[in-house]
């Protein structure tokens, strides 16, 4: 056993692969506090306004095959893309086959993270202060709503799409959703079911791709034309996407004027089909907004009834003091591997990622480098800080300019940097060991 203590924070898919990993490693000492009262995370539905949670008709958007943990698939039966229901037993089920509760600490809100002076943690939380050596944040990236302001302008019900759990809440109501993401999407098309009317605002372009091309899911399509150089690879899907649903414009909606990689892709098969059914209404962006009447920058006018701002959240870190971390608003993130930074070696982030793909590999690949280095069997470069700073560079110049891309990653692209690093690691500790 390598005598360590290690505090995660989160007992998520990301928290949950923290503790295997610590644990395969011999760590001795890990301990995981969870403020909800069972693991899962934002799987972890929930019908009242508290964490953040997925909505009751929740499936993933990427597929079985490329989100399953990979020393652990999924079952058989599950389908391509199964339900929040299936993915929260999986992670139960992971827990349980592994032992990993015994690491767990349910009901238990981390107050404060006290960076001492010794470079270990002091761990607060409401009935007791304890110390460790290593502190990793696994809290995910979905707890805190952004708002545009000009929204709550409006006088009929507004709410964030985190508070949106079920479409009980607009039966029969005019709505407008507000955004062209995944949560945008899923809002605008659930609403549909069973609202008086629903329209869609997008003020941007957005790719909306469906969830399967040529009879297979997505990703898992894309994953058999990675071998295509990029210049060949970017216009060819901008074709198939083409062939699959023809002009963005059919559906009354702007055909976007950059790479399909460059944005976070809207993967969603049943937004296209609404609009064609009259089920949702696309409106462009809004120019302003009058007690419950909203206006569009195309001159058209409607009143509604609530309004659900799919506007993205902030990255939220309470229990760190803001001179150590905060991220709420910053443009770039500098964290080499996007886990341990430059300033703090006690610190390290895990699932801090946005990734076009799943979250889970990336995050069973991060525990096994973030174990290493606490076991002390693997060193970071000395110049840690140019190396963060490059990986933020390289955001910046992959992706559009969004705060949401400021931890945008390509899954394929950044999984085979982890496993290159965890092969140089298992490589080094053979040869010592022999």
């Given amino acids: 056993m390598i005598d360590k203590r290690v505090a995660v924070i989160g007992a998520g898919c990301t928290g949950l692969a923290m503790i295997k990993g610590l644990k395969d490693r011999g760590i001795k000492e890990i301990v995981c506090f969870e403020q909800n009262e069972a693991i899962g995370g934002n799987w972890l539905y929930s019908a009242e306004k508290s964490h953040s949670s997925v909505m009751s008709t929740t499936h993933i958007i990427s597929s079985k095959k490329l989100s399953e943990f990979r020393d652990y698939p999924m079952p058989d039966h599950y389908p391509d893309y199964p339900s929040h229901e299936q993915v929260l037993a999986y992670f139960n089920d992971y827990a349980d086959e592994f032992k990993l509760r015994a690491h767990i600490r349910l009901g238990t809100k981390v107050n404060q993270a006290l960076l001492r002076d010794d470079s270990k943690w002091e761990i607060t939380t409401e009935d007791s202060s304890e110390v460790f050596d290593y502190l990793i944040v696994a809290n995910g990236h979905h707890s805190m709503p952004r708002h545009a302001e000009m929204l709550r302008q409006f006088a009929g019900e507004y709410m964030h799409a985190h508070a949106f759990k079920n479409n009980s809440q607009v039966k029969g109501k005019r709505v407008l959703v507000v955004g062209g993401g995944n949560s945008a999407c899923d809002c605008a098309v659930e609403s549909g079911r069973v609202a008086e009317h629903v329209t869609i605002s997008m ?133 080499y591997l996007r886990m341990f930074h430059p300033d703090y070696p006690t610190l390290i982030f895990a699932g801090l990622v946005q990734p076009q793909g799943a979250i889970w590999p990336l995050s069973e690949a991060q525990s096994k480098i973030a174990a290493a280095y606490v076991a002390g069997d693997y060193k970071m470069p000395d110049d840690i800080g140019a190396f963060a700073a490059k990986e933020a560079d390289d955001i910046e110049h992959q992706y559009l300019k969004r705060k949401r891309h400021t931890i945008e990653v390509d899954f394929h692209g950044y999984l085979k940097q982890l496993n290159g690093i965890i092969t140089n690691i298992q490589a080094a500790k053979k040869s010592t060991t022999i």
């Avoid at 899911?217 to 970017?234: A, G, Y």
């Fill in 203 to 335: 003020r941007r372009p957005h790719y909306i791709i469906p969830k399967f091309l040529m009879g297979k899911p997505t990703d898992t399509f894309n994953e058999k034309l990675l071998w295509v150089p990029s210049f060949i690879l970017n216009p060819m899907r901008k074709l198939m996407l083409r062939f699959q649903i023809g002009s963005y414009e059919s559906y009354g909606l702007k055909t976007p004027d950059f790479g399909i990689t460059e944005d976070h892709p809207t993967l969603n098969s049943e937004l296209l089909y609404f609009i064609r059914h009259g089920k949702v209404k696309p409106q462009p962006a809004i120019n302003a907004i009058d007690g419950r009447q909203v206006s569009f920058e195309n001159g058209h006018k409607e009143e509604y009834d609530t309004i659900i701002a799919a506007t993205g959240y902030k990255i939220s870190t309470p229990f760190l003091d803001k001179s150590i971390v905060d991220y709420e608003d910053a443009d770039r993130i500098e964290l």
